[in-house]
């Protein structure tokens, strides 16, 4: 067995299995673990994905939020032991791949098409 195949075995034991598909203008939930002391609670963060990236392991999506009139983008691991759930609230009807135009956009011009060929 060489170091390739070694990797990519103790990979898939890291992969979830219960995620929900994911694309670009979903409206998703991420339930963030947050550690207080020694003790951990689960913090929702909503948001449009904007990008996402695939690559096994490192698969990440953007979410991006309005918060007090602040855009706020973060980008999160969706297999890290950090995320306890991801639930997709709505689909986005979206023409591409990166929804970076949206930075540019303030209010009602933010708005994306709700999908429904797509289940939740």
Do not use: C, W
């Amino acid at each position: 067995m060489n170091t390739q195949e070694i990797i990519r075995s103790i990979e898939a034991e890291q992969l979830k299995s219960n995620l929900p598909e994911i694309f670009v203008g979903d409206t998703v939930k991420v339930g963030v673990k947050i550690k207080e002391g020694d003790k951990y609670r689960i913090q929702p963060y909503e948001g449009v994905v904007i990008g996402k990236r695939n690559g096994g392991i490192n698969q990440t999506i953007t979410v991006r939020r309005v918060f007090q009139g602040v855009g706020v983008e973060r980008v999160f691991l969706v297999h890290s032991p950090r995320i306890d759930n991801i639930k997709v609230l709505r689909r986005g009807k979206v023409r591409r791949a990166k929804l970076y135009y949206l930075r540019k956009r303030v209010g009602k011009a933010t708005r994306i098409k709700q999908r429904f060929d797509r289940a939740l």
